[in-house]
């Protein structure tokens, strides 16, 4: 009897993927940045991008590069705890450089529930130059520190804080680089506040779609160097319903390898049942998060947009929902900048993300 392979396609989030499409020219930017001297504005780069476009991913893969190069990466979530969190995953990724003494000690575990208590040498300093202290150490000998900030939240004090002293360190010439990833909602609503200037002029990078020639090969080496065939007609299929979007690929990879079953080829067949499963499994864990997040207005224009096959007339769509040009490109722009919609100029614009337009064909009130 054949034996069930591992399914290799990653359709969560957070998972590195067998195969990374595109993005290359994203890393290499910040990677050469790394390699360029302390003040390379790619040094600080924002990530912006829809749900299941591939920001932590991408973070991740940067700050393992990184890491092959010699740098220190901490990484965490934007939350409260943040500094916490940062100066631990710091302090543990430098371990084996790091002086003893400057280490978090281990003070008290407490069993059921699971917890420990840290202590640390540095505890009374304030947190500006607990950082900074650690950074120097580091760059004394000549290790960069990248610091990874996901799930950016512009209600979180301690980001802000953060990103403060971060710009501090730039002045003072540290060898440090910052990245952020977050919705483009939360990132632009960041970017607002006062306290937080030097970000504006950080490079902000929007994941928009990947190329199809990038989704296919993606597509064909995580199938082939795992052991199984894909005719070109099949494969087609699943990359243009895939629309550049990761998360679809994934999605759409895992559920026609699951219905090969112990057959060795992903068939037509197979594939077109793994689109439509794909397509509830988008609805659910990113087309109705995204709607939730915009305006009804927003949602309106989308559901206006959804009754044509292709792109849509802008003009068009004003007419449709009745409200002035003006408006309607307030709400266009909004859109836009969610990456939900693309503009393809000469007054056209399109959906930007899968399964968009049926789901909202079918509900156009967006839930
Ligand atoms: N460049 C890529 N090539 C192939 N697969 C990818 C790529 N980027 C992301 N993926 C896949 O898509 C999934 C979603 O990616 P990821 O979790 O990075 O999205 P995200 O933008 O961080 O989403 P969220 O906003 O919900 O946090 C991952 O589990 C990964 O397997
Ligand atoms: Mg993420």
Same mark, same amino acid.
Request: aromatic share 10%; glycine share 6%; charged share 25%.
């Given at each position: $009897? ?6 290799p396609?990653?359709?969560t ?14 890393i ?10 302390p ?15 591939g ?7 940067i700050?393992?590069?990184a ?18 969190? %940062?100066m631990?995953? %710091?302090?543990?990724?430098a371990?084996h ?11 008290? =575990? ?24 650690t950074?120097?150490e580091?760059? !004394? ?19 802000i ?14 060898? =440090? ?8 909602s ?8 006062? &306290?937080?200037?030097?970000? !504006? ?16 090969d ?30 679809a690929?994934? %999605?759409i ?5 699951? &219905? ?10 197979h ?5 439509r499963?794909? &397509?509830?499994? $988008?609805?659910?864990? =990113? ?10 207005r927003e =949602? ?16 068009e ?16 722009r ?11 100029? $000469? ?5 930007? $993300? ?12 967006? &839930?």
């Open positions: $009897m054949a034996t069930l392979r591992r399914n396609f990653t359709p989030f957070g998972h590195a993927p067998f195969a990374f499409a595109g993005r290359d020219e994203l290499d930017d910040v990677i050469e940045g790394l390699a360029n001297q003040g390379d504005p790619n040094r600080a780069t924002i990530f912006l991008g829809p749900r299941g476009a920001k932590t991913v991408l973070m991740n893969a700050a393992q590069e890491s092959s190069m010699g740098w220190i990466n901490a990484n965490a979530v934007a939350r409260r705890g943040l500094l916490e969190d %940062l631990y995953a %710091l302090k543990t990724s371990a450089i790091l002086d003893e003494q400057s280490l978090p000690q281990l003070t008290s =575990v407490k069993v059921g529930p699971v917890g420990a208590s840290w202590e640390s040498p540095q505890e009374n300093i304030p947190w500006r130059f607990r950082f900074q202290q950074i120097e580091l760059n !004394r000998q000549d290790v960069g520190v990248l610091f990874t900030i996901d799930e950016v939240n512009p209600e979180c004090e301690e980001l804080e953060f990103i403060s002293f971060f710009q501090l360190f730039v002045s003072e010439g540290l060898d =440090v680089a910052m990245l952020l990833a977050g919705l483009p939360m990132v632009s609503t960041l970017l607002q506040s006062d &306290y937080v200037s030097f970000v !504006r002029r950080a490079f902000q990078r929007h994941l928009g779609t990947i190329p199809d020639e990038d989704i296919k993606a597509f064909l080496s995580t199938i082939t160097e795992n052991g199984k065939t894909i005719g070109e007609d099949a494969l087609d299929l699943a990359v243009k319903a895939a629309e550049g979007f990761p998360f690929m994934q %999605l990879g895992y559920s026609a390898w699951r &219905y090969t079953k112990d057959e060795k080829e992903l068939t037509r067949a594939v077109e049942k793994a689109i499963r794909s &397509y509830q499994e $988008m609805e659910h864990s =990113v087309v109705q998060p995204t709607l939730r997040e915009c305006s009804q =949602v309106e224009y989308l559901a206006a947009m959804a009754a044509d096959e292709g792109p849509s007339i802008t003009s769509v004003a007419v449709r929902m009745g409200i002035s040009m003006t408006n309607a490109s307030n709400l266009r909004r859109l836009i900048d969610r990456g939900v919609i693309k503009d393809l100029r $000469m007054g056209l614009v399109d959906f930007d $993300m899968p399964a968009f337009k049926t789901y909202l064909r079918e509900h156009p009130l967006g &839930y």
